[in-house]
């Protein structure tokens, strides 16, 4: 867990670090008034968002998707998340008897996101995710193999802020890393402690909203890459 933390880390000071180095993405000052004259212009947001956090102390990998608008500073809008696997680890129940349990934590969001640098090849921003969770699953007796209790837990609501980097290679693939914690603010005290964890995330990312911007616009295919 601290290793896989670490890396993130290194990997965030890394991105912003090399990003001081790239004078070329440097602007002036006339360019940036241009450009917060164009932060008004709202546009549609796609975004796969893979993340991986803990769940009862087991490494997890989650999957999302993010809908929204808008624009080169702010961001808003809904975000979709769940458990790629089911998450099994073993405890006692109220008896005291051996327990397997088995669960899936999804959950929706409401986010905001603070982008506060933004160039043609680099990003770093701020998310504010408010979720709204739900778990569902099973406990099997592990002294009679029997399925002794199904779980359902529909407020498993969390408040979620990260702070997240990529550079860009292409229009529509790059690299980027981010780290966060996820606070569980409702439910009773197991689900709060089980739940509320920090998360991390680095690897190959994809632009999906690029991609569907340079499927179906021939005029935006042969368009200058600018920021």
Not at 69 to 84: E, I, M, P, Q
Not at 87 to 95: A, G, P, S
Request: glycine share 10%; net charge positive.
């Amino acid at each position: 867990m601290k290793v896989s933390l670490n890396i993130a880390s290194f990997i965030v000071c890394l991105l912003l670090s090399v990003y001081g180095l790239s004078q070329e993405d440097i602007k002036s000052s006339d360019e940036y008034v241009k450009e917060q004259k164009k932060n008004g212009k709202l546009h549609f947001i796609l975004e796969l968002d893979a993340r991986n956090s803990f769940v009862k102390g087991h490494n997890v990998k989650f999957s999302g998707l993010k809908i929204g608008l808008g624009n080169k500073k702010h961001r808003f809008g809904l975000g979709f998340y769940g458990t790629r696997e089911p998450v099994i680890y073993k405890d006692l129940n109220r008896n005291g008897e051996p327990v397997e349990i088995t669960i899936n934590y999804t959950y929706n969001s409401l986010f905001y996101e603070y982008v506060f640098f933004r160039s043609k090849r680099w990003q770093f921003s701020a998310p504010i995710h408010y979720n709204q969770g739900r778990i569902i699953g099973y406990a099997k007796n592990l002294n009679d193999q029997t399925v002794t209790t199904n779980i359902v837990v529909n407020r498993a609501n969390s408040l979620v802020f990260s702070v997240k980097g990529h550079y860009k290679v292409l229009r529509w693939m790059g690299f980027g890393s981010g780290i966060g914690y996820n606070l569980v603010t409702a439910g009773d005290q197991e689900i709060r402690e089980g739940l509320s964890a920090p998360f991390y995330s680095f690897g190959l990312k994809i632009f999906v909203g690029e991609i569907w911007k340079l499927t179906t616009s021939r005029k935006y295919r042969k368009s200058e890459w600018v920021e």
